[in-house]
């Protein structure tokens, strides 16, 4: 579905990623992981089309991500949830879900997509009508993941779902990555929660200092020594 040739991109003169080549296959869920720094934002920021690499090619469905305009990059079903999850606050979970819908195509299947958010995120049902600022940190990251999946997309790209959570609360939240991959959405997530996310992805690169060190089965990923080492404290 989605790929990666010897991408390079960076900000002005510093570049940030090295020559990386990526995969992700329809209905997978993958994993990057990664120290501080390493690269893992801008890699999202620059499939999502915030910022353009400097080399290399990333195709989607086999149409060029980059050549495509970044406002039309949407509409090839790739969706982005940065790390800070941006909300209205003082708009109600509906009316932030309703904003998820802006292309016209979701526009018309609107009622269709909330049933299919709500179905995921039941809670979200339940506090439909409280103003997203009012939420927990939980629920937000709940209601900026279902804002995202309002416009159907193929792709969702989740950025540190778990950061700045209570640890009960990031339990909760790889709880609903399982739900959503379940439901048969490809999902590519980046985390620095690295036990966590190993047990929800079924394959993970591992970055550092832009460049990718290692790939594998989420079980390869476990056994690798570099891995346990670096992050997993063994
Ligand atoms: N807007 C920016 N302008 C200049 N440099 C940036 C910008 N954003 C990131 N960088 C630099 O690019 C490098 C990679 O940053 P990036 O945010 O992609 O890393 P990361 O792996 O996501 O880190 P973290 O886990 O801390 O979020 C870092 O050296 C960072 O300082």
Redo the contacts with the bound molecule.
């Keep these: 579905m989605l790929e990666l040739r010897a991408v390079n991109a960076?900000?002005?003169t510093?570049q940030?990623?090295f020559d990386v080549d990526l995969d992700v296959r329809a209905g997978e869920a993958v994993g990057v992981i990664?120290?501080?720094?390493?690269?893992?934002?801008?890699?999202?920021?620059v499939i999502s089309g915030l910022?353009r690499p400097s080399r290399g090619s990333i195709r989607m469905e086999g149409t060029d991500v980059v050549a495509t305009p970044p406002h039309k990059i949407v509409s090839l079903g790739i969706a982005h949830v940065p790390?800070n999850r941006r909300l209205f606050p003082q708009l109600s979970v509906d009316d932030n879900l309703k904003m998820g819908a802006f292309m016209k195509e979701a526009r018309s299947h609107y009622a269709e997509r909330l049933e299919v958010v709500f179905d995921l995120f039941p809670r979200l049902k339940e506090r439909r009508h409280q103003m997203a600022g009012t939420m927990s940190g939980g629920e937000q990251q709940m209601c900026a993941i279902g804002r995202a999946l309002m416009s159907n997309p193929k792709l969702l790209l989740l950025?540190?779902p778990s950061?700045g959570l209570a640890p009960v609360v990031v339990q909760q939240v790889f709880e609903l990555v399982k739900r959503i991959r379940a439901s048969g959405l490809t999902v590519l997530i980046?985390e620095?929660n690295v036990q966590q996310v190993l047990k929800v992805v079924d394959r993970a690169y591992l970055?550092e200092a832009?460049t990718i060190r290692a790939s594998g089965t989420s079980a390869e990923m476990l056994a690798s020594d570099t891995v346990r080492e670096a992050y997993l404290g063994v």
């Design positions: 960076g900000y002005g510093f940030a990623l990664g120290p501080n720094g390493a690269g893992k934002t801008t890699l999202m920021r910022i790390e950025d540190e950061a980046v620095q970055i832009g």
